[in-house]
């Protein structure tokens, strides 16, 4: 029972191709056999009847012969056997009804024999006659009184194009069908493949705007879905595309910032430690920018899976408050947690520090006066919610997504403010590579950055 | 002024860059260290096998041979420190550098404090390596609140165990045994977790953070530790500087 509903499962969907070539390779096939069989037999059976041209020729005979009958008798027979014996080299004679002759010859046994449509005992029993064929054609005036006999003239015996027809019917028409299923199946099978070589073409020449026409990803079989996949391929490699040109136009006019204050703070006449305190802190930023940027990079590109352990929530939140109010300024008790210390998730410490880090930085950036942060989550089944919410002024719900783009700033951040708006992109990339999710949401006031991460 | 003078640590300096290489042979020398600069990779191995340094402070990228392949090959005969400095800063580059052997790896461009405060660090835990651990028993004495367990990698205080781990334990005892003396994250890193520090590395910052929640549990009050900005950390008295 269980192979038979393995083999089941195996079998090809209901919109496969293979349904589809099953179905024509079996109805050609029957085709074909019906065509050979009938076709053919079709025409033998005409190849046995004698032509209409044959049939006229031979009455007039059957005419020309009653009328020498009645004008002249045996004699006028007798002559009419002659002119005729010039004409045709078969056999040829007028009998009366009683298989007598009507010339004046009387017939041989041979001959008698021949009339009577009795096969030797020696003959060949076999549908194809030894010979050449008698033939019987009654007076058409009066048929009463007696008949042509002939033996069938070459020239009138049927079927001398059998040869001809036989390869035509058994040779070139199942060619011909043959090469019609060809053409269908290239068309079924093949033009789809052309299209798909065109769109990578297409690619080779830059072209990634380029997709498949709608015939060839709306199919409902095997050809359909590798159009589907190739479309979505494309759709993937047009984005990290236009990503990797977005970062690094981004990047550089980040870079730019940086390098015109340093220009003019080079033009300017400053004293000295004046401008060198102020390249140091051109310099800082610009070596923020360049790392944050290599850390985005090397979290969007590093495939590997990081090294996880566990981590106490509480231990991680101390530290970086720590951090935090001596960044800011901020008093402890405006950075509040409301998890206990059972609250343990498995991650990699690195990259989860520098994530809550830079959310935590971002809460406290566009806190206003006196607001507070806080760090709040639950366990859900095998993994803790975590969220941090500050007291600012949130975000519109459409930009909600957008703040995770890197070098995303929204209209109130002032530039020059400490952020390249990396740092939530950051935040994510290193959430997601240790499995975890991390999207934001207006909640009451402020904004609420939500974190999923796996429990201990 | 410096009685440590007579014997100044020697350091080989491997940098193509003329304009780094100078600056930093020049530095170097102002600190009190004795620099022999070297430009090429090739040349640098046999100065390295051949001469006694304390200290290899490396490029990557060099001409000749580069540093990661001088590393193996000095790795093979000499267990002397290895500073890698690259501009390389990816994590993975890191990681190869400490995995051929290297004592640290300085992401570039660097400050000379910071590459000065790394010499400092790993001498230091050489010399510490070196000389013979000295007891403890004294400090311990000492310790009526919180006593040092060296079998169990624990600390007892008021009839209660902290928990430490083994590196929280390595760690306290540290900052216990040098006193008031602030101890630089880069020197933490070298004698504690023997590896080097990275900016975003913040394993040093968690064990801290446990050690200060764990000595809290058990109501050790008497002294903390305390973050010294751009510095490190020393364990101290709660009312000092607070």
Known sequence: ?456 | MNPAAINLPSILTIEDDPVLGAYVHEQLGRCGFQVTWCQNGQAGLKMAREQAFDVVLMDILLPGMDGLSILTHLRQSHSIPVILMSALGAEADRISGFRLGADDYLPKPFSMIELRVRIEAILRRVALDRRPLPALAAVRNDARCLRFDDELCDVFHQEQWAGLTRSEYRLLETLYRNGEEVLSKAFLYQHVLQRGYAPHDRSLDMHVSQIRRKLKTIGYTEREVRTVWGKGYVLSGLDEGA
């Not at chain 1, 010039?86 to 017939?107: A, D, F």
């Not at chain 1, 026409?213 to 047009?238: C, P, V």
Request: hydrophobic share 40%; net charge neutral; glycine share 10%.
């Open chain 1, 1 to 456: 029972m269980k192979g038979l509903e393995y083999s089941l499962k195996r079998l090809p969907g209901k919109h496969s191709l293979f349904w589809k070539l099953a179905c024509l390779l079996i109805a050609f096939c029957l085709l074909m056999i019906w065509l050979s069989w009938s076709w053919g037999r079709y025409m033998e059976q005409q190849g046995a009847f004698l032509s209409d041209d044959a049939r006229a020729t031979l009455s007039g005979y059957a005419a020309g012969a009653e009328l020498a009958w009645n004008t002249g008798g045996s004699a006028g027979v007798d002559a009419w056997l002659q002119t005729m014996g010039k004409r045709e080299s078969t056999w040829l004679g007028v009998i009366g009804n009683h298989l007598q002759s009507l010339s004046s010859y009387p017939l041989t046994d041979k001959e008698s024999q021949r009339l009577t449509f009795l096969r030797g005992l020696d003959w060949p029993v076999s549908r194809h006659a030894k010979g050449l064929p008698w033939l019987k054609i009654p007076f058409p005036v009066d048929p009463g009184a007696g008949a042509l006999v002939i033996e069938l003239p070459q020239r009138f015996m049927p079927g001398r194009y059998q040869l001809f027809w036989r390869v035509v019917t058994n040779g070139v028409i199942p060619g011909l069908f043959t090469l019609l299923l060809c053409v269908g199946l290239y068309r079924l099978l093949i033009m789809p493949l052309n299209h798909l070589r065109e769109q990578a073409n297409a690619w080779r020449a830059d072209q990634l705007a380029t997709r498949l026409s709608h015939d060839a990803t709306s199919r409902q079989d095997e050809l359909g879905e590798l159009g589907r996949a190739f479309d979505h391929m494309s759709e993937r490699l047009q984005s990290t595309v236009s990503v990797q040109q977005q970062l690094l136009r981004d990047l550089s006019h980040e870079l730019r910032t940086p390098l015109s204050r340093l220009r003019v703070a080079c033009d300017s006449e400053q004293d000295l430690p004046q401008l060198r305190e102020r390249l140091g802190r051109e310099i800082d930023g610009m070596q923020r920018l360049v790392e944050d940027t290599l850390q985005l990079a090397w979290l969007d590109t590093e495939r590997a899976p990081l090294p996880q352990e566990e981590i106490q929530v509480q231990a991680l939140w101390d530290m970086l408050r720590e951090n935090a109010c001596y960044e800011s300024g901020w008093p402890v008790s405006r950075l509040q947690c409301g998890l206990e210390a059972d609250c343990w998730v498995r991650g990699h410490l690195n990259s989860l520090a520098q994530a809550l880090e830079n959310i935590l930085r971002n809460a406290i950036r566009h806190s206003p006066a006196a607001g507070v942060v806080r760090l709040d989550g639950r366990r859900e089944g095998d993994e803790w919610h975590l969220w941090l919410q500050d007291q600012g002024g949130g975000v519109d719900e459409e930009e909600l997504e957008r703040i995770f783009a890197p070098f995303t700033r929204l209209d109130g951040s002032r530039p020059g403010d400490g952020g390249f708006g990396l740092g939530l992109s950051i935040a994510r990339n290193a959430v997601q590579r240790q499995g975890g999710h991390l999207w934001a949401q207006n909640a009451g006031q402020g904004l609420r950055v939500h974190m999923r991460l796996s429990a201990r």
